[in-house]
């Protein structure tokens, strides 16, 4: 009654869209000399947006090449003839997309555009002679995560800033499928830890709390609930919490408090998971502890936001 569109449906064909996706994008094809960028910047908006932050988080490990992302009409100021722009945009239409992509090429940046046929990025990407890749996942946008993450790795791959990349890929649609068959909507809730969270949070605003390479666990979480549940959601970063945010906890707030840590937390960052969990059994207040599955950085994330 609820999901009358069966977005559920999508989600439980995630690791496949993966896997369609891999496949078209090994076509891809760039100038060599983008081997020599500097520095990387991804643009999008939203559902399409997401790719950029989950390559960011991987970037911070992974690339000697800074990597950053953009979600406003504007771009930064260090982009320059070496830098190489990825602008990604489901619809292509996006106006703050289509804005900062053709602010970056008047900077005379290297751009790779990922967007919708028959659309005015796919145009202007065809009218400046800029090299692109079309995705043909049906909508809503939110869903296109497969289509637009995809063709960005590769991008990352060919131009030797992000490595292994189908490795990394082979082994999230590994994992993806397993974690599925365990909390996909026949799991019954006794043995289903997502509908289990689910009812947890249901009469509460869901609080996510990631450390800073696992950030895009926490914004898609929010973006989803925002999005699918038309509810608040939050996110906040460790240690950054423990400053700040820490001192509004109270016992009579309305909150539930959702802890992510990975594998790929440093060890004083699992000291302040476990500090702030302490501090949260101690004031009485509702939390949950989620740890994503999989061994790799890009299947940790994408388990959590598949969770």
């Known amino acids: 009654?609820?999901?009358?569109?069966?977005?559920?449906?999508?989600?439980?064909?995630?690791?496949?869209?993966?896997?369609?996706?891999?496949?078209?994008?090994?076509?891809?094809?760039?100038?060599?000399?983008?081997?020599?960028?500097?520095?990387?910047?991804?643009?999008?908006?939203g559902g399409s947006g997401i790719s950029g932050e989950i390559i960011v988080n991987l970037a911070r490990q992974r690339s000697a090449v800074p990597i950053v992302a953009c979600h406003t009409y504007e771009i930064p100021a260090f982009v320059s003839k070496t830098t190489l722009v990825i602008a990604s945009s489901f619809s292509g239409n996006t106006e703050e997309t289509l804005a900062a992509t053709r602010a970056a090429h008047q900077q005379g940046a290297r751009l790779f555009v990922i967007c919708g046929e028959k659309s005015s990025l796919y145009d202007f990407a065809i009218?400046?002679?800029?090299?692109?890749?079309?995705?043909?996942?049906?909508?809503?946008?939110?869903?296109?995560?497969?289509?637009?993450?995809?063709?960005?790795?590769?991008?990352?791959?060919?131009?030797?800033?992000?490595?292994?990349?189908?490795?990394?890929?082979?082994?999230?649609?590994?994992?993806?499928?397993?974690?599925?068959?365990?909390?996909?909507?026949?799991v019954p809730f006794k043995d289903n830890a997502a509908k289990d969270l689910a009812k947890r949070i249901h009469r509460s605003t869901p609080i996510i709390i990631t450390s800073g390479v696992a950030s895009t666990i926490g914004t898609r979480f929010t973006q989803q609930i925002e999005e699918n549940a038309k509810k608040d959601a939050f996110s906040f970063l460790l240690p950054e919490f423990s400053h700040n945010a820490i001192e509004s906890l109270s016992c009579d707030d309305t909150n539930t408090y959702i802890l992510a840590p990975t594998t790929y937390d440093t060890p004083r960052t699992h000291a302040s998971f476990n500090a702030l969990e302490t501090l949260l059994k101690k004031k009485d207040l509702p939390y949950h502890i989620h740890i994503p599955q999989g061994k790799g950085m890009l299947t940790q994330l994408l388990s959590g936001i598949v969770f």
């Open 1 to 45: 009654q609820i999901d009358r569109k069966r977005m559920v449906d999508r989600l439980n064909l995630f690791p496949h869209e993966l896997e369609l996706a891999l496949k078209t994008a090994r076509t891809i094809r760039i100038p060599a000399v983008w081997q020599a960028s500097t520095s990387v910047l991804m643009v999008g908006m």
């Open 127 to 186: 009218q400046n002679n800029i090299p692109y890749h079309t995705i043909t996942t049906p909508p809503p946008p939110r869903y296109a995560l497969a289509g637009l993450l995809v063709p960005a790795l590769i991008v990352l791959e060919k131009a030797k800033i992000l490595h292994t990349t189908e490795d990394m890929l082979r082994d999230a649609v590994e994992t993806l499928h397993a974690l599925i068959e365990t909390i996909n909507e026949r």
